[in-house]
């Protein structure tokens, strides 16, 4: 075998090889944490430009993700393979504060939709204005098109996660309804009223798009509450909403809890996990829910001690459980067994979610 044939079985081998997965964690005072699931120690830090971070997002082609940091209402764009600032910028200009209140990116990563809330300094007081559809152009590092929230009842309509379609014609955002938008001039195309059709007293739609490298891109599956007009009976169901055929079809699970975090998938999406509450914080209890996804059931319930502000995600290979709040400890749990396997010092507090790297992007060589 020659030197070439030899490189090259090499290459297709170690492109078979699973590369080590990533999870990125905003931190204080102004960065990000790159935490590695198969070491389960921090084996980086990003330093930021702009201030403490507080959300994280993942781009559309999952080589970069998008963080926002609210003391400038800073953007900041960093490259997963280098981990490293490869583009940052303020929207805040004078005495004008503009917070970006959520946000997603086109399917080209060169701008993102989202919506944006404007808060002028006078003298004596700030003026607000109202709820703005905003475009931001990632390359001229500033909002070049805004749009007013279309009203409801008098008032602007709310609004929540956002999803741009594959093809980058729609914008969606899921809140109380699922409103879309045609991207080319923010008119409103299309509302559904997730609180009539589907279900008898389908009320307020409890999941937004998460973060999820294995999710479709043309899909969001989450979870969501919703109350029977008769009896009063209050149920939480699952739910997967079509981006690309504006369909959306829920299953009904069981009787709600008081409190449920998002839904994360499994990498073969065949279970899902979801963290749930009962009582009120102080006499609080959480718990794990283990979904059967092919039959939408529970089926298994395990309570653990859980802190009073947490997130939490899976793993890239679906074995742990992450939990990460406001104190510098990252709790791991095992997937299988639901029980605590170790809690990780991160040596810093965490300010932002958990963002889970995609791990094929991770395999690329750093310079």
Not at 28 to 55: A, M, N, Y
Not at 91 to 118: H, K, S, T
Not at 128 to 151: S, Y
Request: one cysteine or more; hydrophobic letters at 40%.
């Amino acid at each position: 075998m020659g030197r070439r044939e030899f490189l090259a079985a090499l290459a297709a081998l170690q492109g078979d090889r699973p590369s080590p997965g990533l999870v990125y964690v905003g931190a204080l005072p102004s960065q990000v944490l790159v935490f590695d699931e198969d070491q389960e120690k921090v084996v980086d830090r990003i330093p930021l430009h702009t201030g403490v971070p507080r959300r994280l997002r993942l781009s559309y082609d999952k080589k970069k993700f998008y963080v926002t940091t609210p003391l400038k209402n800073g953007i900041e764009v960093v490259d997963l393979a280098s981990r490293k600032v490869v583009n940052h910028f303020v929207l805040n200009e004078a005495d004008r504060r503009v917070q970006l209140a959520g946000f997603a990116p086109d399917p080209r990563d060169q701008i993102l939709y989202g919506e944006i809330r404007v808060a002028i300094k006078r003298l004596d007081r700030f003026e607000i204005e109202k709820p703005k559809l905003a475009v931001i152009d990632l390359a001229q590092q500033k909002i070049v098109r805004t749009a007013d929230v279309p009203l409801i009842d008098g008032r602007p309509a709310p609004l929540g996660g956002f999803r741009v379609s594959p093809d980058g014609k729609y914008l969606y955002s899921f809140a109380r309804d699922v409103r879309i938008f045609d991207t080319a001039d923010f008119k409103l195309v299309e509302t559904i009223e997730v609180s009539k059709p589907l279900y008898p007293g389908m009320a307020r739609l409890g999941f937004g798009p998460q973060d999820d490298p294995d999710e479709e891109p043309e899909a969001v599956t989450g979870v969501f509450n919703s109350t029977d007009p008769v009896v009063r009976r209050t149920v939480f169901g699952i739910a997967r909403f079509d981006l690309n055929r504006r369909t959306f079809e829920f299953t009904p699970v069981g009787p709600a809890a008081g409190g449920m975090m998002g839904l994360r998938l499994a990498p073969d999406r065949k279970t899902g996990y979801t963290v749930a509450f009962q009582g009120d914080i102080g006499n609080r209890r959480c718990e794990f829910w283990v979904f059967d996804m092919a039959t939408r059931k529970v089926v298994r319930r395990v309570e653990f001690d859980g802190p009073v502000n947490f997130n939490f995600t899976l793993s890239g290979d679906g074995k742990r459980i992450y939990l990460g709040g406001t104190a510098p400890v990252l709790e791991i749990y095992d997937a299988a067994t639901l029980g605590r396997r170790r809690s990780v010092d991160m040596n810093a507090d965490m300010t932002g979610g958990l963002l889970v790297g995609p791990r094929r992007a991770l395999a690329e060589p750093r310079p």
